[in-house]
C-alpha cells in the first residue's frame, strides 16, 4: 500500500484514531482530528494547531506512526 493509501486509511477509519506524520528532516506532524490533513495526489496540506498549512510532498514523508499500532513506512 502507498504512504496516500495508508494515510486515506487512517483518515477514513471509524472511530478515528490520531496518528502523527514524521518527516525525512525529523519534524513530527500530531493529526489530532481528520481536519488536521488532507491527502492529495502528491502529497499532503497539514494545518497545524494555529491555522499554517504546509504541503508535504509524500517522498518528504519518513513513517507514520499510530499510538496502538506498528509504525506504518
Known amino acids: ?8 486509511r487512517l ?7 490520531p496518528f502523527i506524520v514524521h518527516t525525512r528532516d525529523g519534524d513530527a506532524q500530531p ?5 488536521r ?15 499554517y498549512i504546509s504541503l508535504i510532498p ?3 514523508i519518513d513513517r507514520v506512526s ?3 499500532g506498528p509504525e506504518l513506512e
Open 31 to 35: 493529526v489530532t482530528n481528520v481536519e
Open 58 to 60: 509524500y517522498t518528504a
Open 11 to 17: 483518515l477514513r477509519a471509524v472511530p478515528f484514531a
Open 37 to 51: 490533513l488532507s491527502v492529495g495526489r502528491n502529497a499532503i496540506a497539514y494545518t497545524d494547531e494555529h491555522g
Open 66 to 68: 499510530t499510538k496502538n
Open 1 to 8: 500500500m502507498t504512504m496516500q493509501q495508508e494515510l486515506t
